[in-house]
């Protein structure tokens, strides 16, 4: 029984930061290459951010500059910090584990990985 659960997301104004974290149960976020994604109702689900799991990372030019991603191997969570958010950051975003090699363009979630949280909403307005 395998859950990812993700937590931290709310409202912010343009310019303030939010930090998401992603815990794991039934599972080992550091043996696996880890993916954090983000869903516009009627868009692709977007990746925005990556960790790999030897603990490099890495995020999209959309992104970055702005938004990091890190791991707690004690206590099996990954996080998501963004900052200098925008209105088109708004979306429900989510954490996914145990990567595969199937691409795959669609709403999230997707199989490119095998598991999924339920995702955390975002919302930046003014």
């Known amino acids: 029984e395998v859950q990812l659960v993700e937590s931290g997301g709310g409202s912010v104004q343009p310019g303030g930061s939010l930090r998401l974290s992603c815990t794991a149960s039934g599972f080992t976020f550091g043996d696996s290459d880890v993916g954090w994604y983000r869903q516009v109702p009627g868009n692709e689900c977007e990746l925005v951010a990556f960790i790999s799991a030897d603990g490099s990372t890495d995020v999209p030019d959309s992104v970055k500059g702005r938004f990091t991603t890190s791991q707690d191997t004690v206590k099996n969570t990954v996080y998501l910090q963004m900052s200098s958010l925008k209105p088109e950051d708004t979306a429900v975003y989510y954490c996914?584990?145990?990567?595969?090699?199937?691409?795959?363009?669609?709403?999230?979630?997707?199989?490119?990985?095998?598991?999924w949280g339920e995702g955390t909403q975002v919302t930046v307005s003014s």
């Open positions: 996914a584990a145990d990567r595969g090699t199937t691409r795959y363009r669609g709403q999230c979630p997707t199989p490119e990985y095998k598991y």
